[in-house]
């Protein structure tokens, strides 16, 4: 699964991306929830390939900000 998803980062040549575009991009039989791409990513960032940021929650009305990823530049060095 983390292998798909880098694949699909490399492909779509993200730099960084928000949480909700990863999702869109890999609904499929492989990744059936949320979870199942939350767990790939761990694995990623576990690697060093990317890095998952916390929005600065800034208090008052309206939806919380949601997570991003930071892509690793050295990813788009790698062969696949």
């Known amino acids: 699964r983390a ?3 880098l694949l699909k980062i490399k492909d779509k040549e993200y730099r960084s991306f928000k ?6 991009d890999c609904r499929n039989k492989l990744f059936k929830r ?8 761990q694995l990623l960032e576990e690697c060093g390939y990317v890095k ?4 600065e929650i800034i208090p008052g ?3 919380k ?3 991003y990823v930071k892509v690793n530049p ?3 060095q790698l062969k696949d």
Request: proline share 10%; hydrophobic share 35%; glycine share 6%.
């Open 3 to 5: 292998k798909y998803l």
């Open 19 to 24: 949480m909700w575009e990863i999702e869109k």
């Open 34 to 41: 949320k979870a199942d791409i939350r767990e790939g990513l």
């Open 52 to 55: 998952v940021m916390q929005p």
């Open 61 to 63: 009305p309206g939806r």
């Open 65 to 67: 900000p949601d997570e």
């Open 74 to 76: 050295l990813v788009y």
